[in-house]
Nanobody, 125 residues
Framework: HVQLVESGGGSVQAGGSLRLSCVAS????????????MAWFRQAPGKEREGVAN???????RVADSVKGRFTISADNAKNTLYLQMNSLKPEDTAMYYC????????????????WGQGTQVTVS
């Protein structure tokens, strides 16, 4: 059974930093999804789930315009771990952040991602 487990969330003041981690287990499937698209999404109360960043099988990364220049996505394939480095946090970044594993080609659509973590809360005051 594939599991994605996020950690690293918390409460910080505006301007602070956090690094989120997502560890994949269930090796057979985790290996596949880690080698293809992995992504971070977030959802704030009353808002739709939105893509934050993703990384392709070739290591190519993309971040949403709203976080460009502040957030960086990376992966350590040997550890089956996905990261989201978040700097210069703003109150509008407050949301539940989810790790997701999807199809070989990355998209911004959450429906294209079949595996999800439980989420980790990020609160910026």
């Amino acid at each position: 059974h594939v599991q994605l487990v996020e950690s690293g969330g918390g409460s910080v003041q505006a301007g602070g930093s956090l690094r989120l981690s997502c560890v994949a287990s269930g090796f057979t499937y985790a290996r596949y999804y880690t080698r293809y698209c992995m992504a971070w999404f977030r959802q704030a109360p009353g808002k739709e789930r939105e893509g934050v960043a993703n990384i392709d099988i070739d290591g190519s990364t993309r971040v949403a315009d709203s976080v460009k220049g502040r957030f960086t996505i990376s992966a350590d394939n040997a550890k089956n771990t996905l990261y989201l480095q978040m700097n210069s946090l703003k109150p509008e970044d407050t949301a539940m952040y989810y790790c997701a594993a999807g199809l070989p080609r990355c998209t911004w659509f959450h429906s294209d991602f079949g595996y999800w973590g439980q989420g980790t809360q990020v609160t910026v005051s």
